[in-house]
């Protein structure tokens, strides 16, 4: 996940920024640099998560809400240490 660096600013912005000169929607903010693929989490009431493919230019709705991808996260976590 994306977060605060100190003196250096907040990479989610920086991300974000970068992401939307690829043609990134301007109401999706960059949650994971995921390598092929960013995860995404919308702005304002809806909070759906998407995953955003910077090649191809396609997104595709993955979560409902930020509490079922922050589950999914922790879940894949634990499963991996």
């Known amino acids: 996940m994306l977060g605060v660096e100190g ?27 995921l390598g092929e693929f960013v995860m995404c989490s919308e702005t304002g009431s809806k909070e759906q998560i998407f995953y955003w493919d910077s090649v191809q230019k396609l997104e595709s709705l993955r979560y409902l809400n930020f509490d079922e991808y922050l589950e999914d996260t922790f879940r894949e976590a634990i499963s991996n240490w």
Do not use: F, M
């Open 7 to 33: 003196d250096r600013g907040a990479s989610v912005l920086a991300t974000t920024e970068n992401y939307r000169k690829l043609g990134l929607r301007e109401d999706l903010i960059v949650l994971e640099d």
